[in-house]
């Protein structure tokens, strides 16, 4: 079935946005892929004939941990249902991938999204439409840096400040730039604002 120019568009946007994704959560991704035109996705792709969802599948790794894989899937289906999601579960076991994001043009159905949800309790899928991936969140003027920190920096922070994470302020696993970012709970997230009589100051949120 033959893309639409306005889809090509959709396509190429949402997939420059899972590029920066993955390399803002430190998987390892090409630079020129980011930076990529239009016109060269669609030379790489295929135009408005050619080009088919699944061509686009994205497999990464994290650069200080190489096993970490990650697929990105672009189902073909416009309503991806529990046979879809099943056979990305497949790919992902047979690949012994266990983390992976779902770029899907509508809302899951409801079956699609129990079966999501059995699936998490041996893999972690993410889902996200093709609309909230048109432009990257984080780059919005108004959203402050986010930077998750690591185990490590978290232990250390709640040693400084002499806090339990609990105390800290949250920050749900469903705010937007938490779903950017992939965090899951019990993560703690710094936050770097602009201030009126500071050059910048820091806040910390914990995942719930």
Avoid: W
């Avoid at 020129?32 to 990464?60: A, C, P, Q, W």
């Amino acid at each position: 079935m033959p893309v639409s120019e306005e889809q090509i568009t959709k396509l190429f946007k949402a997939r420059r946005t899972v590029l920066e994704m993955l390399r803002d959560r430190g998987y390892s991704v090409e630079e020129s892929d980011i930076k990529m035109t239009k016109s060269e996705f669609v030379e790489k792709f295929g135009n408005n004939v050619h080009l088919k969802r699944d061509d686009l599948l994205i497999l990464s790794n994290k650069g200080d941990a190489p096993t970490d894989l990650i697929y990105v899937f672009f189902p073909t289906d416009q309503k991806v249902g529990v046979p879809m999601v099943r056979n990305c579960a497949k790919c992902m076991k047979a690949d012994n991938v266990h983390n992976a994001i779902l770029v899907v043009q509508k809302a899951l159905t409801a079956p699609a999204k129990a079966a999501i949800g059995e699936i998490n309790s041996y893999f972690h899928m993410e889902v996200f439409e093709e609309a909230e991936l048109l432009t990257n969140i984080t780059e919005h003027m108004f959203v402050p840096k986010h930077t998750v920190l690591k185990d490590q920096e978290k232990k250390e922070l709640l040693k400084k400040y002499r806090v339990k994470e609990t105390q800290l302020p949250r920050i749900l696993v469903t705010d937007p730039v938490a779903r950017y970012y992939g965090m899951k709970r019990g993560q703690v997230v710094k936050i770097t604002r602009q201030s009126a009589t500071a050059d910048t100051y820091d806040t910390y949120r914990y995942a719930v």
